[in-house]
């Protein structure tokens, strides 16, 4: 438990969403005309088709792609990836370039609902062309693609960048409270069972989540010295740029929190 408080002092669990409208659609039989009866998972996947070309929703997947990988730079996994452990010394920098990461998808945002009408049309009339291709009934495809499309006015609750910032404590008990009067003891005693249980569980995955950080900590300031030496061996530099050294310094002090 000692071990937990020092984790809830020393920084803060995040988790980070960004959502777009993914523009895909998983077609079914029926969509292509077919008749699903005859039609054998097994062996036919017919899998998800881009409703848009893949460069209208080509910002937004950047600022995500982007976000989810500044995130897996500056955090820690915990509870097996439930959320990232945030040290306090990054939380301002992390909120920061959080900021401008949300900023950017507001732009890239409300850019792609400006075209949004425009995308629609032109991609209506390409697959207009495919469809005689691609289904025994191309009507029936148009219609599923069409119905695919959401209208303009839910397009904007299908987007959102959420930044949750959160801490974590193992329970102490349940309260009698919290169990309706009635309820027979052995429910009472269940519930006191699995807050010990949970208790137990989160004590043991912040020991595993702490020993994880050390030897990835020790690898990387070992590495990170290694690569200086050889650098001054090999003759590539004359000294140690204050670039390294920051690095080296910022390691240790994340290092620290274990202490």
């Known amino acids: 438990t000692d071990l937990l408080k020092v984790l809830t002092r020393e920084g803060v669990l995040i988790n980070v969403s960004v959502r777009y409208w993914r523009a895909n659609k998983k077609l079914n039989a029926g ?6 009866d005859k039609v ?4 036919i996947s017919l899998g998800h088709k881009r409703l848009l070309p893949r460069e209208a929703t080509a910002r937004l997947a950047l600022v995500e792609s982007r976000t989810h990988a500044f995130i897996e730079a500056n955090t820690f996994p ?10 306090n010394p990054k939380l301002g920098e992390v909120q920061a370039k959080l900021a401008e990461f949300e900023s950017e998808f507001a732009a890239a945002r409300n850019a792609f609902i400006r075209n949004y009408a425009n995308e629609r049309n032109q991609a209506l009339v390409e697959w207009e ?12 495809l148009l219609a599923a693609i069409d119905d695919s499309f959401p209208t303009p006015d839910r397009l904007e609750e299908k987007f959102g960048f959420d930044i949750q910032l959160f801490q974590i404590a193992a329970p102490a008990n349940l309260s009698r409270e919290l169990v309706a009067a009635g309820e027979q003891e052995q429910v009472i005693e269940a519930r006191r069972q ?3 249980e949970a208790r ?9 989540f702490v020993g994880e950080c050390v030897t990835s900590l020790r690898q990387q300031t070992a590495q990170l010295c290694e690569d200086m030496l050889h650098s001054m061996n090999s003759g590539k530099t004359q000294g140690v740029h204050q670039k390294t050294l920051n690095r080296l310094v910022r390691f240790i002090d994340q290092g620290r929190i274990q202490a």
């Open 31 to 36: 969509d292509l005309g077919l008749d699903p």
């Open 40 to 43: 054998s998972d097994r062996l």
């Open 78 to 87: 915990f509870l097996g990836g439930i959320a990232k452990f945030l040290p």
């Open 129 to 140: 062309v495919m469809a005689d291709s691609l289904a025994a009934n191309p009507r029936a």
């Open 194 to 196: 699995a807050a010990r």
């Open 200 to 208: 137990q569980q989160i004590q043991a995955d912040t020991s595993a």
